[in-house]
Every structure is written in structure tokens, then in C-alpha cells.
């Protein structure tokens, strides 16, 4: 059975990060993985926010693609402080990568993050103890890296850990409301047996 991957990527707007995006749906096609992208291959009338926290609670596992998208030449950060500096060529995701990522985070989902090599690490792209950010050129070579199948194997093992988990959980849930509705039965066929047995007692009199 497939199991449901969120994937946070913003709109490919180059034929080199479409290629990168499809290579890597591809590799979790041929893992038993079913990508779940919202605007992708997902639509919904409800508000974003609302149908990405949706979408999020229905998988086991979350990759998020961080693009270059917005690039500043020059700019100054801090202005107007003592810390203030002039900052150039910084390179920025789509914030959807950040709120995704967050949102993924914040459901327990498994991480493979992937930023593209000389973007500002910060935020969810910030490394940290909690999950590895891979950093690489958008090359397809790069996807068949030693280091790339290494980290993907050790996710893909936390993944399905995740999966097993929820569906224990949802099946003791299930367990548990069969009996509710067997006992609720058995309840009311014994009140409706008591009556009976009084209505008759009645009706003898």
C-alpha cells in the first residue's frame, strides 16, 4: 500500500527545477510513496493554510524543495540599529517552504529537506539538531549521490515507522469504537428486553 508524502516546493518557474521536482517525485513513486502537493496534483476551495494542514495530517512524511526565488542584489539588514550592515546576492524560498516546513514539524511528519545550494539558511533551512538540511546544486546527478540515498534510506525507515504507528493507532480507535457501538446495542436490547417484561407484567394485571 502507498503511503501519502507531502511535498513543499514552490512553482517551478525554471526547466531545471521542474526537471529537479519531477526526478524527485519519481524516486518516491518507485519507493511505494504517493506525492501530495497542494496546487500540484491537490486543489481545494477551502483557504490555503486551512487545506495544506489538511493535506499535511493525511501523510507520514513531508519533503520540502526550497528553491531560489527571490534574489537581492543589495539591501541592508537591521537598518537603522547598531547591528545594521549592508547585505548582497542573498537568495530567498518561497515563505510557503518556511510555513510548510513548520507545519510538518509541528504534525511529527519525518523531514527531507533539500535547499538549493546558496540559499540564506534560516528558519526551517537553518541546520539544526532536530532535522539536516541537504544543500545541493539542482542537478540530477545529485540525486544518485552516495549521501543523497544514504539520508533518503535513513528518512524512508522513519517514514514507515510513522505509518505503522498511525495505522496502530487508528486501528485501536476502531477497536475501541466497535465495542462503544456493541455495548450501546447490548445496552439497549437489555432496556428494551426490561420493558417488554414489564409491559407485559402490566397488560396480565
Known sequence: MSINIFISSGTPYTKKQEKFLDDVEKILTNNDFTSRTAGRNCFSIEQPIKFVNELIRSCSGAVIIAFKRIKISKGIEKP?????????????????????????????????????????PEGMLSKRLEWYIQEIEIEPENLESKEFKGRFESWKDQVIKHENKSNKILSKFKDNKLWTIISTLVASMSLIATLAYYAGLASSK
Do not use: F, V
Open 80 to 120: 537603522n540599529s547598531s547591528e545594521q550592515k549592508d547585505i548582497e546576492n542573498i537568495y530567498l524560498p518561497t515563505i510557503w517552504n518556511q510555513l510548510e516546513a513548520a507545519m510538518a514539524y509541528g504534525n511529527n511528519l519525518p523531514l527531507l529537506i533539500i535547499a538549493e545550494k546558496g540559499l540564506k
